[in-house]
Each structure stands twice: as structure tokens, then as C-alpha cells.
């Protein structure tokens, strides 16, 4: 099974930019579909971005479109998130998940979690 660890969170500003990353080991990266996924205190953890094994396919929330890019690099068994013109809104902690086969956007379809990364942005 794959273990995962997310880096890149932060403090950051209104209209910042950061990037987020997602290391994987212990399995083969690319049989794994691949999610970032964020919780807001008393909010449910919502997924924010979704790639498939080849990175061919992709799928966004609405709130991060134009905003936020999923990309993965196979090579190097990483994913990453792009988040631009980060908003106050976007404060929460965010997870990389991963599932064997096919890009899926639901919270309970993933099986391996990481520990998270805090992203705060302040107005």
C-alpha cells in the first residue's frame, strides 16, 4: 500500500500563492488515482482536486476553478497542487488521498490518507 506525506502549507496573504506537495512510497505511484482534499474547522472534508493514474484527466471543485492546478509527476511519485489567488475561504487543512484505479471525487472512495498541512490565508 502507498504511504503518502503533503508538504507546502502555510501562512500566506489574500491573492498569495502556494504550492503544495504530496509525496508517495511504498507501492507504485501511477496505480493510484490521486485527490487533495481540504477541511475547514466544523465543515466536512471536501475534495478540492482530482487526477487520474496517468494524469490524463482531471476534475476541480467549482470554488477552486481557475485558481488551483493538480498535476503529478510519476518519476518522481509526487503530486502537487497549485493554488493562486488564494482567498481567506481556502483556510483549512488539506489532504493528498489515493485510491487504486479510477479518478474518483468523493471522500469515501479513497483508502490512503496523509497527515495533512495546514494552509491559512489571512484578509
Known amino acids: 500500500q502507498v504511504q503518502l506525506v503533503e508538504s507546502g502549507g502555510g501562512l500566506v496573504q489574500a491573492g498569495d500563492s502556494l504550492r503544495l506537495s504530496c509525496a508517495a512510497s511504498?507501492?507504485?505511484?501511477?496505480?493510484?488515482?490521486m485527490g487533495w482534499f481540504r477541511q475547514a474547522p466544523g465543515k466536512e472534508r471536501e475534495c478540492v482536486a482530482a487526477?487520474?493514474?496517468?494524469?490524463?484527466?482531471?476534475h476541480y471543485a467549482d470554488s477552486v476553478k481557475g485558481r488551483f492546478t493538480i498535476s503529478r509527476d510519476n518519476a518522481k511519485n509526487t503530486m502537487f497542487l497549485q493554488m493562486n489567488d488564494l482567498k481567506p475561504e481556502d483556510t483549512a487543512v488539506y489532504y493528498c488521498?489515493?485510491?487504486?484505479?479510477?479518478?474518483?471525487?468523493?471522500?469515501?472512495?479513497?483508502?490512503?490518507w496523509g497527515q495533512g498541512t495546514q494552509v491559512t490565508v489571512s484578509s
Open positions: 488521498a489515493g485510491r487504486r484505479g479510477i479518478m474518483r471525487s468523493v471522500r469515501d472512495e479513497y483508502d490512503y
Open positions: 511504498g507501492d507504485t505511484f501511477s496505480r493510484y488515482a
Open positions: 487526477i487520474s493514474w496517468s494524469g490524463g484527466t482531471t
